[in-house]
């Protein structure tokens, strides 16, 4: 089975729970940002940037969430609860900054321990997201 790599990663926020969540996994031409509504993607979008130009890609992914979330029926929709950032083209401290700024709520970007995955050893958690993902699929 072929899957995109942020297939995997955004397993990890589906988990069962309800409200919105933010996925940015980075490789070494930009970022791939999954908005997340339950355990459903509500919105995918591949850009393609440097590394100069990110925070202002980022502000606008923002700030089409903000957009979305509050039209129609989900006006009174809360604002993300859960944002994992993947990869190393994303300052995971300049994201959570950017998103405090854009919607006004603070955010930490989750970790291994915060979405249940124990890894032995000096493996990092960025390098398993993906393929621990996909092996979650199976259950």
């Given at each position: 089975m072929i899957l995109p790599r942020h297939v995997g990663e955004e397993q990890w926020l589906r988990n069962g729970r309800q409200g919105d969540g933010l996925l940015l996994t980075s490789h070494e031409e930009g970022f791939t940002a999954v908005l997340m509504r339950d355990s459903r993607p509500l919105s995918l979008r591949s850009v393609f940037c440097d590394r100069s130009e990110c925070d202002d890609e980022l502000h606008r992914i923002l700030l089409f969430y903000c957009d979305r979330a509050g039209s129609g029926a989900q006006a009174s929709a809360p604002p993300f609860e859960r944002?994992?950032?993947?990869?190393?083209?994303l300052d995971k401290?300049?994201?959570?900054?950017?998103?405090?700024?854009?919607?006004g709520i603070k955010l930490k970007?989750?970790?291994?321990?915060d979405v249940g995955l124990l890894i032995p050893g000096d493996l990092e958690?960025?390098?398993l997201a993906a393929p621990a993902g996909l092996a979650r699929l199976a259950w």
């Open positions: 944002l994992l950032v993947v990869g190393d083209f401290k300049r994201v959570e900054e950017i998103a405090e700024d854009t919607l970007p989750l970790d291994a321990d958690f960025d390098d």
